[in-house]
T-cell receptor, first 117, second 115 residues
């Protein structure tokens, strides 16, 4: 149980275009979803926290107009990278906490590798 | 503010040898402690966690970690590693009873098991 999926797993886009990444909780309702960014050989950096039906809370230094987060339902959150540039290339990982489980447990998706050319 | 330090970016070890991956944290309040494992091009999987009670926690695949409050450490150990243990290991903390579920991660340690 507690499976989180991400789609797509890999995406290549051209500079200046936008790309949307989906994060779904497959077998549970997610109270909160988190979006992380991971650079090669580095740790996960939290970008934002989102609760269903509310505006996302962004970490300091993360541009909210560039990284649009929508959490429309208890099983789906999306991250849209707008006007992507090569420096946005990274591994994006989402995680979620469950309504039915302790909130200290986060379930991670498999990640989406974004390459901006 | 909380922080997590993993001093070793890479730990090479031979198969069947013991290994210890170090994790130290800094926090003015009580925290929960976690170890996650990340295999290449995959997301993170929870390996083990310390919430309360016994300071020694174990995973199903032979790893264990011991919470040491006085040294603010949560080192991960395995007495005999396998090739399949090769992965990136992340230590993380979360505030106990906080309003946020935010995890703070260390920079990770690559465990490279050699035959």
């Amino acid at each position: 149980g507690a499976v989180v999926s991400q789609h797509p797993s890999r995406v290549i886009c051209k500079s200046g275009t936008s790309v949307k990444i989906e994060c779904r909780s497959l077998d549970f309702q997610a109270t909160t979803m988190f979006w992380y960014r991971q650079f090669p050989k580095q740790s996960l950096m939290l970008m934002a926290t989102s609760n269903e039906g509310s505006k996302a809370t962004y970490e300091q230094g993360v541009e909210k107009d560039k990284f649009l987060i929508n959490h429309a339902s208890l099983t789906l959150s999306t991250l849209t990278v707008t006007s992507a540039h090569p420096e946005d290339s990274s591994f994006y990982i989402c995680s979620a906490t469950s309504l039915d489980k302790p909130t200290y447990e986060q379930y991670f998706g498999p990640g989406t590798r974004l390459t901006v050319t | 503010a909380q922080s997590v330090t993993q001093l070793d970016s890479q730990v090479p070890v031979f198969e069947e040898a013991p290994v210890e991956l170090r994790c130290n944290y800094s926090s003015s309040v009580s925290v929960y402690l976690f170890w996650y494992v990340q295999y290449p091009n995959q997301g993170l999987q929870l390996l083990l966690k310390y919430l309360s009670g016994s300071t020694l926690v174990e995973s199903i695949n032979g790893f264990e970690a011991e919470f040491n409050k006085s040294q603010t450490s949560f080192h991960l150990r395995k007495p005999s590693v396998h090739i399949s243990d090769t992965a990136e290991y992340f230590c993380a903390v979360r505030l106990q009873g906080g309003a946020t579920n935010k995890l703070i991660f260390g920079t990770g340690t690559l465990l490279a098991v050699q035959p």
